[in-house]
């Protein structure tokens, strides 16, 4: 996972904030968040440069300081030489030792794969068991028990990346791969294991995990998770894209040949029959692959036109992506939207490997319950 950390950072990221509503009763709470976003996204600083940063007085700074140390998020690392006469500076940084996140990761055909995350989004440790539709919900919170075990560090919550609608309370309203339908899979698993679980969409907590811990844009991205099936996931202003429907990012079931192949949907011919992996390792040639490429960016086209975003993420195998389909969705995307759109946005591979949705499903826990983006 050290790749993610080495990319770079967007100046975008600089002097956010967590977003949300903040009711009377939350402030300390969010308090708290500004602190851990600070120093989640700027390294160790001084009390004295937290108060400076978030505009939160001395008086308040150290109070929270002193419960985020005494609660192991925190820890003071030493002081900063030279910079004045007086008493050098405390900094206060992320603790080595800090609570950690449980992701899970349902995405998958045939298998689930749980690890533990830390809140930079590491993985620490990592687990694979099988797991098919129909089976029990009992086998994951077996492997989230056994992950639990294997860390020492306190669990902040369970994050988990599934495939299908999912709203809010993290209930899936429905997931055809896993027969799945109004499945409390949170609550649920919850019960279980004592622990708060948060849930959401497989493709938009990888958009989320792309924009926290990549080199997403958080101002606006649209990340397509390319396997088994083929989904999206919108970032607008730091936050996942939702939408009424709790369906956004569904681009798979467009239908961009309607006499075209079934697709698991009950359509023909939908964008997911011709661009999941299964489908493009079909392929045999640059034309054919040219072809899926020119479809895409058809579907592409309006969305990141209509939403003014300049970040597209295909995330996926990349040796199935790069090349002739990649070349044809770029050629694609420049022709069919404006001049000032075309020069500005710009498509790129993530490779699969970089497990999103494993920490995005840490981040997913890091957002909902710390309030850090
Ligand atoms: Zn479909």
């Avoid at 992701?103 to 687990?127: F, P, Q, Y």
């Avoid at 699969?352 to 319950?369: F, I, K, Q, S």
């Amino acid at each position: 996972m050290t790749q993610i950390k080495e990319q770079p950072r967007r100046s975008t990221t600089a002097g956010r904030r967590p977003v949300g509503k903040v009711l009377p009763g939350d402030a300390r709470r969010h308090h708290r968040a500004l602190i851990l976003q600070q120093l989640v996204d700027h390294g160790a600083r001084s009390r004295a440069d937290l108060a400076r940063e978030t505009s939160l007085t001395r008086v308040t700074i150290s109070d929270l300081v002193a419960e985020l140390i005494e609660e192991g998020f925190l820890i003071e690392q030493g002081t900063r030489p030279g910079t004045h006469m007086g008493k050098p500076a405390t900094l206060v940084g992320m603790s080595e030792d800090a609570p950690v996140a449980i992701a899970l990761d349902l995405s998958a055909d045939g298998h689930l794969t749980g690890a533990v995350v830390d809140l930079d989004g590491k993985i620490l440790t990592r687990e694979q068991v099988e797991f098919s539709r129909g089976d029990d919900i009992a086998v994951i919170a077996g492997l989230a028990v056994r992950l639990r075990e294997s860390t020492p560090r306190r669990i902040l919550g369970v994050g988990i990346g599934t495939p299908g609608i999912v709203d809010g309370d993290g209930t899936v309203i429905i997931a055809p791969n896993l027969g799945w339908e109004n499945v409390d899979l949170a609550a649920q698993l919850s019960a279980s294991l004592g622990l708060p679980v948060h849930a959401g969409n497989d493709s938009n907590v990888a958009a989320v995990a792309e924009s926290a811990f990549g080199a997403g844009d958080d101002q606006g991205m649209l990340l397509l998770m390319i396997g088994s099936g083929v989904g999206g996931g919108v970032l607008i202003d730091g936050r996942a894209l939702s939408g009424p429907l709790m369906s956004s990012g569904e681009i798979g079931h467009v239908v961009v040949d309607p006499g075209g192949r079934q697709c698991s949907c009950g359509n023909r011919g939908c964008l997911e029959t011709f661009l999941s992996a299964p489908a493009l390792s079909l392929l045999d040639n640059d034309d054919d692959r040219r072809h899926v490429g020119t479809k895409l960016a058809t579907v592409l086209t309006p969305v990141v036109t209509t939403l003014g975003i300049a970040d597209v993420v295909l995330y996926g195998p990349t040796e199935l992506l790069e090349g002739a389909l990649l070349e044809s969705v770029r050629a694609g995307l420049a022709q069919q939207t404006l001049p000032f759109v075309a020069q500005r946005v710009q498509v790129r591979l993530v490779p699969m490997h970089d497990e999103l949705v494993l920490t995005g499903a840490a981040a997913l826990v890091r957002y909902r319950e710390l309030g850090v983006v």
